[in-house]
């Protein structure tokens, strides 16, 4: 069982910057799986937006992330992070992590096992 946490959300002001972590909580083989940010706006449905494999060696951006989003990882400490730069209005939604026990990641949904409980980023001046 691997339980998940995000944080870093809150506040920010456009043109902002934000870095989210995904760290686990508890579970075992941490670098064992890929994991995936997705995000979820009110009223819109959960989004794929990047991925990290278990060792950090392949990574896949959904097109509305590149540019401006950055994914790693620092399996020393379970933890997987998202840089936002640039925030815009469109970035404030539920920010998640999932984990999936793939070697290569994906931005499909379905097939993570895994989820946090979410972190909200809000963005306003």
């Known amino acids: 069982q691997l339980q998940l946490v995000e944080s870093g959300g809150g506040l920010v002001r456009p043109g902002g910057f934000l870095r989210l972590s995904c760290t686990a909580a508890s579970g075992f083989g941490f670098d064992t799986y890929s994991i995936g940010w997705f995000r979820q706006a009110p009223g819109k449905e959960r989004e794929g937006l990047v991925c990290i494999n278990g060792r950090g060696r392949t990574t896949d951006y959904a097109d509305s992330a590149l540019g401006r989003f950055t994914i790693s990882r620092d399996n020393a400490r379970n933890t997987v992070y998202l840089q936002i730069n640039t925030v815009g209005p469109e970035d404030a939604a539920i920010y998640y992590c999932?984990?999936?026990?793939?070697?290569?990641?994906?931005?499909?949904?379905?097939?993570?096992?895994?989820w946090g409980q979410g972190t909200q980023v809000t963005v306003s001046s």
């Open positions: 999932g984990a999936e026990a793939n070697y290569y990641c994906s931005l499909d949904a379905g097939r993570y096992e895994y």
